[in-house]
């Protein structure tokens, strides 16, 4: 299962959504894409970083053990609030849920992502994935 096939279904399931499934991965898609079907990790990561306080939470994503929270308002913030907004319209919900059930389920696709080093090999450890997030702000 890909990631935004997961993230469909985990948000499907977290906000009892009642569309198809089709349109939940299109939504994601559009707010989370990387332009070939997938999930832009490394942008979400910069995001993250350039939004101040969340690299911690990050690293938890990334790492073995327990996922750290994030908030809704900080997924607002590093998503933009006009795009929460537009995804919840196309999934049929409204703001302030939207962006709870992406703090729900982006900490577990990350985490997903990163499962058996995969993500953190291709990248070159977690050095490497900031190094890239890092990249991106400059």
Do not use: C, H, Y
């Not at 849920?97 to 982006?106: E, F, H, I, M």
Request: hydrophobic share 45%; charged share 15%; no cysteine.
């Amino acid at each position: 299962m890909d990631l935004i096939e997961l993230g469909a279904q985990l948000l499907s399931d977290n906000l009892g959504l009642t569309v198809d499934s089709d349109t939940i991965r299109s939504a994601l898609s559009g707010l989370l894409g990387d332009g070939q079907g997938g999930i832009d990790l490394a942008g979400l990561a910069s995001q993250m970083m350039a939004s101040g306080g969340l690299q911690s939470a990050l690293e938890s994503w990334l790492g073995d053990g327990a996922n750290a929270p994030i908030s809704a308002s900080s997924i607002m913030d590093i998503l933009g609030e006009g795009n929460v907004a537009d995804f919840a319209g196309k999934v049929g919900t409204d703001t302030g849920t939207a962006a709870q059930g992406l703090s729900d389920v982006l900490p577990q696709l990350m985490d997903k992502a990163s499962s058996g080093g995969s993500l953190l090999q291709s990248s070159g450890g977690l050095g490497g994935l900031m190094n890239a997030a890092s990249a991106f702000l400059k």
